[in-house]
């Protein structure tokens, strides 16, 4: 029963799929070879793909790759394979799905929360002057007997009025009466 | 006065640009905190929990092929190893003698981009207590991931890889990692 169980799980699990695509052969084999051999990463050499390394381990990986594609799998049967043995480490393309969306897309829409943050402070440091213009006509100004609520502030803006004007108050003694 | 227009005017914290700054800043301190005792080239394996890719083998020195499929029932323990790997040479003695020591577990080498020749001169030099196995064109390295050597796979009686050891092991590691194999991992 357990021997059943064993084979059974064994081979459901590692029973190869169908090949999806055409039996390559000739110098079409040798080209999809490298292409494929390209997005894969040899395991034991540093940032290389398979179809570029040297490496005993890559030229297994690309040995197994061209009998794959011989045998008539296609390029993402085949990756796949790989993967399941060595994980995404193995892709040098990471696959657009999960986490990986951050790799392939996370630059171009911080560069776009970028621009929307430069754009947004650059219309934001264009408002003063626009206040300026509209503070210029009487009825934007401030009353001229407001003081500031700091008793602190208040005191030095008395202070200024009696040294520019000769009294503390916004408004003349002669205004006033 | 002019302290008394500096106090009044004290510079306070813009809550936006604090909110934004959080939200870039926590994220990544929380990438690198969940990471620090992390080894940056250890790559997990995804076999692990998955069965063993099945293999059919011939040992060194020739003979009947060893397959995996006919050791189920019994835990197995399967060692990458080369000659010309110096930890190899470490750990060989600590493996001999744990398959000494544990009948019941399963051991067996796979000999990984080394020559047969030298291969069975090494092993008769040292001596051994289980099968090594040539894996003439790394297929079966391939399909159980190997990056390097020494990797060594515990394997449950239900066929299921429980860990994989990376580098040289000593006979605490071996003993300790094959009762998980034996408990299937629990």
Redesign the interface.
Known sequence: M??V???L??LL??APEAPRGQPLSGKLLDQRTDEVGALLRC??CQGLSIADSPA??AR??K??VREKLAAGYDQEQILAD??????E?VRLQPPVRGVNWLVWFGPAAMLLAGGAVVAWALRRSQRPRGEEVALQRDSDLPSRDTL?A?P??A??VR?VRMLAYGWPDGISPKERA | ?AT??T??SAPRVNRRVLVAGLAIALPLVAVLVANLGRDPHS?????IG??A??FRLVPVGGGAPVAL?SL??KPVVINFWATWCVPCFQEHAALVEAARSLPAVQFLGIVY?DDEAQTGEFLRQRGTAYASLMDK???T????????VPETFFIDP??RIVEKHVGPLDRGAILSLVARARGGGR
Not at chain 1, 82 to 87: A, H, K, Q, V, W
Not at chain 2, 43 to 47: F, N
């Open positions: 357990t021997l169980a064993f084979a799980s064994g699990a590692l395991p034991v005993t381990m297994n990986m040995a197994e790989f993967e399941r043995s060595y994980g480490f500031p700091d602190r502030l005191a030095a202070r | 006065m008394a227009l106090s009044a790559v997990r394996s995804p076999l998955r069965p890719p099945p499929e189920h029932g981009e064109d790394g297929k390295a391939i399909a159980y991931g190997v990056f390097g239900e066929g």
